[in-house]
């Protein structure tokens, strides 16, 4: 391997990583790095100081121009728009240590990121996920320290009313996992309220594909009703599993060795807040990747 791509796949993880939090989408994601690639396999090596920060850059400027482009597809789409899910459980997006970290690749963040505009995206996911300076993100940008700061505090300013940062303890999420699972699965109506939250929503995406609610579902009963609707029923060769999916409890499903859709819940004070439910298959083909499924 040349130096020049052993220095590329050194960053390619982490350019994967900064790439997803701006475009919400894993093959988006990972088209930009390849072209980022490209960028670095041409640039002139004597302008390139630190290769980490050439490459943040040229992923950061690809991805604002992949989002002007992708908000007009995301307002024809059919139903509730969520990002594709992605396991988590190997770091795939970075370090899940803290409820910080599993917070910034959550399903639920990244929806609310759709708030706001592509640069303050940028500027909120550089300083939030990444840890840059304003001054960093100035010269990524090529904005001054000022502006940076304007644009941050004003995209914190959408954001921080709609952020739920109560951290979750991950073995008691687990144990409420199961109790909504087996309350699904069987049509316990009532098992199943036990574990919602009175302000609980559930959102579906089959983007038109395949069928799925396209209206946000709200309130205990409706949710549960709904929910316990759909989950109970025989599939043959269903198979269910519990797995880490963008920082969160989730569950896998795959029918006869195919991935068929992905369950992802928010866990807030012993409660489920937020049901997220993605079937359309053009967004479970990085997942079935790394399952082995594909």
């Not at 991805?63 to 002007?68: E, F, I, Q």
């Not at 303890?169 to 909504?180: C, K, L």
């Not at 991935?259 to 053009?282: F, M, Q, S």
Request: aromatic share 6%; with cysteine; glycine share 6%.
């Amino acid at each position: 391997m040349s130096d020049l791509v052993a220095d590329f796949e050194a960053q390619r993880s982490r350019l994967f990583a900064l790439a997803y939090r701006l475009l919400g989408s894993a093959a988006e994601a990972e088209d930009a790095v390849q072209d980022a690639f490209l960028r670095w396999n041409g640039a002139d090596r004597d302008a390139v100081v630190t290769p980490a920060a050439w490459l943040a850059k040229v992923v950061t400027n690809l991805c604002l121009n992949r989002l002007t482009a992708a908000r007009a597809r995301r307002e024809s789409y059919v139903g509730p728009w969520l990002p594709e899910p992605v396991l988590t459980e190997r770091a795939a997006l970075g370090p899940m240590e803290s409820a910080e970290q599993r917070e910034s690749v959550s399903l639920a963040l990244l929806v609310l990121l759709e708030r706001l505009t592509p640069a303050e995206r940028a500027v909120f996911v550089l300083r939030e996920a990444f840890g840059y300076s304003h001054r960093e993100i100035a010269d990524v940008l090529d904005v001054t320290e000022a502006n940076s700061a304007q644009v941050y505090r004003r995209a914190r300013a959408h954001l921080d009313g709609a952020r739920r940062r109560v951290p979750v303890d991950r073995e008691r999420a687990e144990v409420i996992a199961h109790r909504f699972l087996a309350a699904a699965a069987t049509g316990d109506l009532a098992g199943l309220e036990s574990v919602l939250a009175a302000d609980v929503v559930s959102w579906a995406d089959g983007g038109g594909k395949v069928s799925a609610a396209r209206r946000p579902v709200r309130g205990v009963e409706q949710v549960a009703r709904y929910l316990t609707g759909w989950m109970s029923r025989q599939v043959p060769g269903l198979e269910v599993s519990l797995r880490e999916v963008n920082g969160e409890v989730g569950f896998v499903a795959v029918v006869d060795g195919r991935l068929w859709g992905v369950v992802v819940l928010e866990v807030v004070d012993d409660l489920i807040t937020t049901v997220h439910a993605v079937a359309n298959p053009d967004k479970l083909h990085h997942l079935a990747a790394q399952l082995g499924t594909a």
